[in-house]
C-alpha cells in the first residue's frame, strides 16, 4: 500500500469538513480503491482540477465511465490527502441513484487531456454536491471545504502542479428558485472570495454559464442566472466564462436533467474547447 500523506485527518481540518452538509453523501469508500502517489513526478506535465457545485458537478451520469489513461487520471482525496487511480463513482462528491453506474465527466475530460497531449497526468478534486445552489455555495457550511483542500494540496506539493484549474457548476437550483440575477452575482463573488481566502489566490477560476434544472432552463428564470454569472465574471479578476452548458440537449440526459454517457462525453468536450488554449 503506498502510504498517503496523512492516514487521518488533522483536527483542524476534522473541524472544518464535519459535519456534512445534510445532503452530502461524498464518496469516501476507500475499499476497492488502488492507491497512487500523491504528489508530483519530475518532468510529468500535471494537471490538477478542482470541480464544485451542484449535481452536474458530482458523480452523477448514468454511465459508468472506465479510464483509458489507467493511472494517470487520478482522483485526490480532500479527506486524507491521498490519491486513487479514477474510478467511478467519481471520489469525494456526491452520487446518486447505484454508485456503480455514476460516471463524472471529469474523468472524461482527464483521458480527453491525456489522450489531446496537453497534460501527462490529471488529479481530480472533486467536491459537487447535488440539489445546490449559488446561495448554498456562498455559506461557509459548503465553501470552508476551499481551505482543507487547499492545505492538502500544498502538503503533497499537488499545488504546484503545472496548471491548477478550479471549474463549477451552478445555476440549475437557483433556476427553479426564480433566483434574482443580482443575487447569483453577489453569491458567485461570495464564492469566489472565499476560494481566494481558502489559499487559491492565483488560480484561474471558471463557472459553466449553467441554468439548466427542472427538465429545461427555465425561460427567464434561465435568462436571469446566465445574466448573474455572467455579470459576475466581469465584476471579478482571474475569473473566466466556462462553456456554456444549457446547449447540451434533453436527449442527452436521461432524466431531464443528468447526462447520459453522450451529455457526459458532450460536457467534457465543452471543458476540453473552454481549457486546452492554456496548455
Known amino acids: 500500500m503506498i502510504p498517503v500523506y496523512a492516514n487521518a485527518i488533522s483536527e483542524p481540518d476534522k ?24 504528489y508530483l513526478t519530475a518532468g510529468e506535465h500535471t494537471t490538477v482540477i478542482i470541480t464544485y457545485g451542484d449535481s452536474l458537478a458530482a458523480s452523477t451520469d448514468n454511465s459508468a465511465y472506465t479510464v483509458i489513461n489507467t493511472g494517470k487520471v487520478l482522483d485526490f482525496s480532500i479527506e486524507n490527502g491521498g490519491a486513487y487511480q479514477a474510478k ?39 467536491l459537487g454536491i447535488g440539489s445546490t445552489g449559488t ?31 478550479i471549474l463549477s457548476s451552478l445555476g440549475g437550483l437557483d433556476q427553479i428558485l426564480a433566483v434574482p440575477s443580482a443575487t447569483v452575482t453577489a453569491n458567485y463573488l461570495t464564492i469566489w472570495s472565499a476560494i481566494r481566502a481558502a489559499g487559491f489566490t492565483t488560480q484561474r477560476i471558471y463557472p459553466a454559464l449553467s441554468s439548466w434544472g427542472g427538465g ?6 434561465g435568462t436571469n442566472v446566465r445574466t448573474g454569472i455572467q455579470n459576475a465574471v466581469a465584476a471579478a479578476t482571474n475569473v473566466y466564462l466556462g462553456p456554456d452548458t444549457d446547449v447540451i440537449p434533453i436527449t442527452s440526459r436521461y432524466d431531464s436533467n443528468h447526462f447520459k454517457a453522450v451529455g457526459s462525453d458532450q460536457d467534457a468536450t465543452l471543458w476540453l474547447n473552454t481549457i486546452k488554449g492554456l496548455f
Open 15 to 38: 473541524n472544518i469538513l464535519y459535519p456534512l452538509p445534510i445532503n452530502f453523501n461524498p464518496q469516501w469508500n476507500y475499499q476497492g480503491r488502488t492507491q497512487a502517489l500523491p
Open 88 to 126: 467511478t463513482p467519481a471520489f469525494g462528491c456526491s452520487d446518486e441513484g447505484v454508485p456503480a453506474s455514476n460516471g463524472f465527466w471529469g474523468h472524461r475530460l482527464g483521458d480527453k487531456l491525456i489522450n489531446g497531449g496537453y497534460t501527462q497526468k490529471v488529479f481530480m478534486c472533486n
Open 135 to 165: 446561495t448554498d455555495w456562498a455559506t461557509t457550511q459548503y465553501n470552508r471545504r476551499f481551505a482543507v483542500l487547499y492545505n492538502r494540496l500544498v502538503q503533497t506539493g499537488l499545488i504546484n502542479a503545472d496548471v491548477v484549474l
Open 216 to 221: 429545461g432552463t427555465g425561460g427567464v428564470n
